[in-house]
């Protein structure tokens, strides 16, 4: 059975950096896209980022563009997101999930698996 475990959450100043992994273990992650979603308190989870299988692909929401880049090192079985320039809009958990093919994906919806979540938060 896969499990996904994010780590590298924590608290940072606005306008920091931080790098965001998922591991996978039980399976390879081959194959599939992955994903990024978050969710802030009393908000709905939402998308932030995806890659495809093998990686050609990428799409990210508007608000984060130019800051998040989401790549994946298929070797290792990891994904990661790195995130520059934080806003206190970005604090919230952040959820890696496995997609239920290897084509991208910006719902929900279109992802089976999903880690324990890792937070963020930006102070101003």
């Known amino acids: 059975q896969v499990q996904l475990v994010e780590s590298g959450g924590g608290l940072v100043q606005a306008g920091g950096s931080l790098r965001l992994s998922c591991a996978a273990s039980g399976r390879t992650i081959s194959t599939y896209a992955m994903g990024w979603f978050r969710q802030a308190p009393g908000k709905e989870r939402e998308f932030v980022a995806t890659?495809?299988?093998?990686?050609?692909?990428?799409r990210y929401t508007d608000s984060v563009k130019g800051r998040f880049t989401v790549s994946r090192d298929n070797a290792k079985n990891t994904v990661i997101l790195q995130m520059n320039s934080l806003k206190p809009e970005d604090t919230a958990v952040y959820y890696c999930?496995?997609?239920?093919?290897?084509?991208?994906?910006?719902?929900?919806?279109?992802?089976?698996?999903w880690g324990q979540g890792t937070q963020v938060t930006v102070s101003s």
């Open positions: 999930a496995r997609g239920k093919g290897s084509f991208i994906s910006t719902t929900t919806s279109g992802y089976g698996m």
């Open positions: 890659i495809s299988w093998p990686g050609g692909t990428t």
